[in-house]
């Protein structure tokens, strides 16, 4: 696992989780690893359509900082699929916690699937 | 309350919840707001040290999507303060699953005090 490169802007665990997941699309992806997604290609598929640079550096990120590992593919291809480690698991009470926010706060808004696996 | 400036991503909670809120900062400015802070001051003297013109800018987000209301200044001068509306205040959820999660898996935080009121 390699350092974080930014410095932590305070102690709070607020700031510090999102030093690390504070944008608009990491969140996204570690939605769809509870959801099982596995492969590069499954998380392009998403409706949001994640930027393949986009997502290689928010896998990248992701993995160094313990929350995902690299596994072999399913399908026995080359191409890495990615995993949760518990860290990332950790994350399923966030994830859940926005769903409901925007389930009940923002209208028009339906979870196709649930987060839990 | 202005229309939200830019397109939704897809109809997910998730998404639309990091549409208002997906950056390094929103949720510290409402973590101080559950905290009870109301003055600009108040955000711009939190440890990490929001810059201003981004301090602006979130608040304006923040209003413009019905989380938060302005005030009378406490101290009856003419600036404007700010108060979560129950929209602003059902974020609470969130930012407790954050702290949580950072508590337990990111070495060296701590909560100085709680984000309940």
Redesign the interface.
Known sequence: MKPTSTPR???????????LF????T??VV?DLLLGHQRFKDFTD????IPTNILTDRLNRLHDHGTITRIPAPDGSRHSAYQLTP?GE??L??????????????K?????RT?TR
Chains 1, 2 share one sequence.
């Open positions: 802007r305070s102690p709070g665990p607020v700031a510090c989780g999102l030093d504070g944008d608009k699309w969140l996204l939605r998403s409706p949001e359509r860290k950790a994350l009470p966030v994830i859940t916690a926005i769903r409901d926010w925007g389930l009940q706060w923002e028009g808004t339906r979870a196709s987060t």
